[in-house]
């Protein structure tokens, strides 16, 4: 009984939260595959013209077969949507590439790495980070060079 109680709750929150019908509440709750279930939630609360299980089924599946979202590195998880133009490899594995599309997935993930900074020096670092101050001693001849 308290397994039954629990359900009807479940559905009922799915049904006011989603605003769906009952059938397609136990249809999403039913869903065999969690992470699926969880992307088909997140399809019926953010868009407005998916109101259905079976329409946000649909949708998982056009995303799912689209060539863009299909996995290219199973290193670094890259897809053929991510890949970049100006290196070998064209996947995230490529850490010495300075493209754009590196600099927007590092952006994205939050995958920063210190010496990543294009206004620091490549040797220690100094001037990057956002802090110009920090002054470069790898080359301690340009001052006096500059100074004579």
């Not at 989603?18 to 699926?36: G, N, V």
């Not at 279930?37 to 079976?54: G, K, P, Q, S, V």
Request: proline content about 6%; aromatic content about 6%; charged content about 30%.
């Amino acid at each position: 009984m308290p397994q039954n109680h629990a359900r009807k709750k479940a559905l009922a929150a799915l049904k006011d939260e989603l605003s769906i019908k009952h059938t397609c509440a136990i249809a999403l709750l039913d869903h065999p595959d969690a992470d699926e279930r969880e992307a088909l939630h997140e399809f019926l609360a953010t868009y407005t013209d998916i109101t259905t299980y079976r329409e946000a089924v649909d949708h998982l599946r056009r995303e799912q077969d689209d060539p863009a979202n299909q996995i290219m590195c199973r290193t670094c998880g890259w897809t053929y949507g991510m890949i970049c133009p100006e290196c070998a490899k064209g996947c995230g594995c490529e850490y010495e590439c300075p493209g754009w599309r590196h600099a927007e997935m590092r952006a994205a993930t939050g995958d920063y790495d210190d010496r990543d900074d294009p206004n620091a020096c490549p040797e220690c670092g100094a001037g990057g980070g956002g802090d110009p101050y920090d002054e470069c001693t790898c080359y301690p001849d340009d001052d006096e060079d500059q100074a004579a």
